[in-house]
């Protein structure tokens, strides 16, 4: 029996080419592939499986999200706007997905852009009162509504048609500067920094146009930002879309399709809007937070425990009173919180 011991490395060697064996005979003998078509359809079934199991989402959106990441990429002109600071370690796998509005900054970032253009007489008044009544809509109901908003934005973009890029992103970078960033939320700019301070990266995602929400996010040092890309050709705007209008599910496509192609951990991303058509977006990251939620948003977070952040008490409370009355009633309020708790 000696004679016919194998060592260790000789059964192992023997047992892998034994196995390499069976398979070739599986699939060159048993199970032979049919033809390429069938294999491409497999392919296809196994992708849609992992993109299924891992992001909850069908691999037709998973492209789709693919298409709006690259086509800001390309916008961009790199994957990031803003490079890490090489003095803060950084957190690879986490990042923070920020809504632009009323999240970001108060009002719709739409509304703004539109009446930046005009301003500039890029139309006439005729072709931004559709614009300006779903804004109307919006300040009334407190709610946004999915048809408006995608009406609205597809209403902007055909604007833009046969414009140059470089011309509409001179007047978007004056549009910010001049109107945008007065209207920031300091909370949720605090939030944001407190991201970047922990080495984590910063995207905004919002249905405007992504060219204006890679400007506010190269003003506040944001890593990036995903928005409704217009098709570019020959360096000029074709009046089409490439991908979602980055709205609702749109934007939860999106962010699966960045998170493959940046690493993240969903797990261990926070995400922040004010709207109750984000909570696509906000249910696939580990934390989500309410930003100036509208109703359902409120009673939604509030049933899922998510924590909730409302900026406008502030705002309002310093329009009624006054920063120094306010400031007074804290120092007091403080005063008395100390002297209670030294008895």
Known sequence: MDGFALTPEEFLANWSASRGNLRRFLEDRALPPVDEESQKKAGHAAAD????SVYGIELSD????VDSVGGAFEAAGARQVTAPDPDIPQDHGAAAFFDVDNTL???ASITMFAIGLYRHKYFTLRDILPVAWKQLKFR?????????MAEGRSQALEFIKGRSVDELVELCENI?????LEKIWPGTRALAQMHIDAGQQVWLVSATPVQLAQILARRFGFTGALGTVAEVSDGRFTGRLVGDILHGPGKKHAVAALASIEGLDLSRCTAYSDSINDVPMLSMVGTAVAINPDRDLTRL??????????YRSVRKAV????????LTATVGLYRWQRSKALG
């Not at 998973?62 to 999200?65: I, K, L, N, P, S």
């Not at 509030?302 to 924590?307: S, V, Y």
């Open 140 to 148: 009334v109901t407190g709610a946004e509504n999915a048809a408006d």
């Open 301 to 310: 977070a509030k049933l899922q425990g998510w924590d909730i952040r409302d």
């Open 105 to 107: 900054i108060q009002g």
């Open 49 to 52: 499986s992992a993109v299924r």
């Open 176 to 180: 910010v500067d001049t109107t945008m």
């Open 62 to 65: 998973f492209h789709a999200g």
């Open 319 to 326: 329009r009624t009173f006054g920063i120094p009355a306010l």
